[in-house]
């Protein structure tokens, strides 16, 4: 098995199959959001054309080429957690450790990718899927329920992908009238800005810049943190 073959299970889907999955995994995903499998079939049946015009934006910087050469994956093992917990407060790396550790996540929980059969799209995906925690760690949003909502809108501006906008549109079902206030007079100005004005953040070599100063890596990228609740 190759390194990304253990994110990805490939299995074609016929015309017919995927009508009836569209459906299937949207609605259970709102009933259910707590099913990553139905949230995530939902983006692997759904990517289509929107992962063909982000794999290509990605292709378009020498990062984003490389990247799709080499096909680095993101797990515990590649980042050295122990290593990352021992960096300074300031440090990227120590962030998303810590950030990994209170909520008791882990890099090797994210769900494989189904029903697509072209590598450098299942790639894609794959590569959204890992950057996600590193992008709370950037705009310092805690997953909550509206944190989550709020990032899914800065995603979809990023991405352009459906599950993005599905998350981002339908996660609002589930927020207070409080933190619906919130999330449409501070953190969807945010998204959409920020969004907007950062650079690639799907190509960008997240594992090789673990070792520096967190506002760095924002200066770099032009990643607006997110208001503070």
Request: glycine letters at 10%; proline letters at 7%; one cysteine or more.
């Amino acid at each position: 098995m190759t390194p990304l073959g253990k994110f990805l299970s490939p299995y074609s889907l016929s015309a017919l199959q995927r009508s009836f999955l569209i459906p299937y995994f949207g609605i259970g995903g709102i009933v259910t959001p707590e099913r990553g499998d139905l949230v995530a079939g939902f983006g692997d049946v759904t990517g289509g054309l929107f992962l063909k015009n982000l794999q290509s934006k990605m292709k378009q910087s020498k990062e984003g080429q490389l990247l799709f050469k080499n096909k680095p994956l993101i797990s515990e093992e590649s980042l050295n957690l122990p290593r990352l917990r021992a960096l300074p407060a300031n440090i990227f790396g120590k962030q998303y450790a810590s950030f990994m550790d209170h909520h008791g996540f882990s890099a090797n929980e994210r769900s494989k990718v189904r029903f697509m059969t072209n590598p450098d799209e299942a790639y894609t995906m794959t590569r959204y899927r890992q950057v996600h925690d590193f992008w709370h760690v950037l705009a310092g949003m805690p997953p909550s329920v509206l944190g989550e909502v709020a990032l899914k809108c800065f995603e979809f501006r990023v991405t352009g992908l459906p599950v993005c906008f599905m998350g981002g549109l339908l996660g609002q079902l589930r927020l207070s009238g409080t933190d619906l206030h919130t999330l449409h007079t501070k953190y969807m100005p945010w998204a959409l800005r920020a969004g907007g004005e950062c650079g690639e953040l799907m190509s960008y070599p997240y594992e090789e810049n673990l070792d520096r100063d967190i506002d760095e890596v924002r200066k770099e990228l032009r990643f607006e943190p997110a208001p503070q609740q």
